[in-house]
Structures are given as C-alpha cells and as structure tokens.
Nanobody, 125 residues
C-alpha cells in the first residue's frame, strides 16, 4: 500500500526551528519527486519546497528561501524539511506529496500522485 506519512510538526516560538519528515512506504522515492505544500485556514494550498530525487535539484518558494532546506538522507525512504527562523506566517498544515511526472511547474499541486495526511505547524509566542 502506497503511503506518505508526515511528522515533526508542533508549536514553536518565532525564530525557532522544526524538522518535518515525510516517510514513504509501498514505493521507493528513488524515482519520484517530493513536494512540500502548506495550507493555512482560509488560504489556498501553496508549494513550499521541492526535491527531485531521480534527477536532482531543489526549489523553494521565495517566502522560505534561505530559511527552509529540503533533503533526503542517503538510502532512506524519507524526505526532510528543515525549517529555521520560523515566522508566524509559516503557521499552516504542511503536506508532502510524491509525483513521478516531469515537465511541470513544481508548485502545481494537481500534478502530484500521492499525499500525506498533513502535520500542523504553529508559530506563536
């Protein structure tokens, strides 16, 4: 059974850090790309970061560039999103998603095949 499971969310003060994990089961990430998306109440889902495991390459939304880092540890079927210098506007439910497609704008969430259930990130003092 194909599954993505996010973890690592929580409550953090502004300026703090969190590391989100996206664990895949039922398939190997070697041939996929992983996107991280977030959705705040009343707002549209937005792409935060992307890593293409098969071909390499990472992308970030301008709002998180320099603060977030996406990575995959060697031989692990897990992708991480390290989030530093968190701001209240980063508060949202964060989702990871997998796609085997190519040639599309990475922030187009309709191009992703598998989704996790999401993990809540709250940045507040």
């Amino acid at each position: 059974q194909v599954q993505l499971v996010e973890s690592g969310g929580g409550l953090v003060q502004p300026g703090g850090s969190l590391r989100l994990s996206c664990a895949a089961s039922g398939f190997t990430l070697d041939y996929y790309a992983i996107g991280w998306f977030r959705q705040a109440p009343g707002k549209e889902r937005e792409g935060v970061s992307y890593i293409n495991i098969k071909y390499g390459g990472t992308y970030y939304a301008d709002s998180v560039k320099g603060r977030f880092t996406v990575s995959r540890a060697n031989a692990e079927n897990t992708v991480y999103l390290q989030m530093n210098s968190l701001k209240p506007e980063d508060t949202a439910v964060y989702f990871c998603a997998a796609t085997a497609k190519s040639g599309f704008y990475w922030r187009d969430y309709t191009k992703y095949d598998y989704w996790g259930q999401g993990t809540q990130v709250t940045v507040s003092s």
